[in-house]
């Protein structure tokens, strides 16, 4: 006879949320990964339209509690009302998920353990962070009083205090999508509430691969097809947009930031232009959003 084995304990301190933007089938598999670590999984269509409905409903069967977005309002406003939700059940923590990210059994945990061992340091977190991403170390800022802390952090796999929201507040939709987390970072540590990182890491895409070609002719290196990392030519709007935005917002405290930040933007925007297609697309979203990024305008811009 088999012995009994335990079904976990769900953690009902932590709540996810979940957005998701016209999501496959994988969105189900990351729901039913998140339930069996937490009582509490909001999951937040941003206003994908028709034809999603049976997914939405599988992530409702796997425990989601589901919240249908009327128009899509961008990955900040989808985070916002989910968070919203997801405070009404009285949790201390959110960890916010992108729909195709998926944690693994003890993340969570692992994450709420390092934010209680620095809060034992004496170090107040303002959001906790894994230290590896996909394999590769995240970028760290020293320690304190023994606590490993980190700079900016990726948005998915992130765990923010219930107590950091009720400083600092919602993230700013006004951003639409990217830099969303960066200029929440910054709001945080302004505020003294450092990234701690937590002995954790997770896998997660960032951006698709093309193959390099010049002139019609695709590039090789050591004998392969030499790979080229893009967006979506309309996201190239949002990052130079945003880029001016959450500059002007920060310029005053954080120059270097600023400064380095629009300069590793413009190096991979010349390195795309010359070695992965769709340039025109790319350099005209990219244009559009330096100038209404200048013109101070936020929101859902008219490149997406």
Known sequence: MQPDIEPPVLLTKVAAVVTA????????????SLRRQLATVVVVDDGGGPGFDQIFDAAADAGAMVLRLEKNSGI???LNAGIDLARTKAVEYIITVDQDSLLSAEYVRRLVDAADS????????????????HGNPVKTAGSK???????????????????????IGNFWDGLFIDLVDTEYYFRALD???PTVLADAEFEHSLGSFVDANIWGRDIRYQNRALKVRI??????????????LVGRRYAKVHP?????????????????????PGRSARLSSALRGLVDGVRGRSGKGHSS
């Open 191 to 193: 505020a003294g509430l």
């Open 76 to 78: 900040a406003s989808a």
């Open 21 to 32: 933007f016209r999501p496959t089938s994988q969105l189900i598999e990351s729901v039913s």
């Open 145 to 167: 009083s023994g606590v490993p802390l980190g700079r900016e952090p990726i948005q998915s796999g992130l765990l923010i205090p219930v107590s950091t929201l009720d400083i």
């Open 256 to 276: 270097v930031w600023i400064i380095g930040g629009l300069l590793l933007d413009l190096r991979h925007l010349l390195f795309v232009t010359v070695l992965a």
């Open 118 to 133: 620095a809060a034992a340091a004496g170090v107040t977190p303002g959001l906790v962070s894994p230290a590896r991403i």
């Open 231 to 244: 967006a979506a030519s309309w996201r190239y709007y949002y990052i130079f947009r945003n880029r001016i």
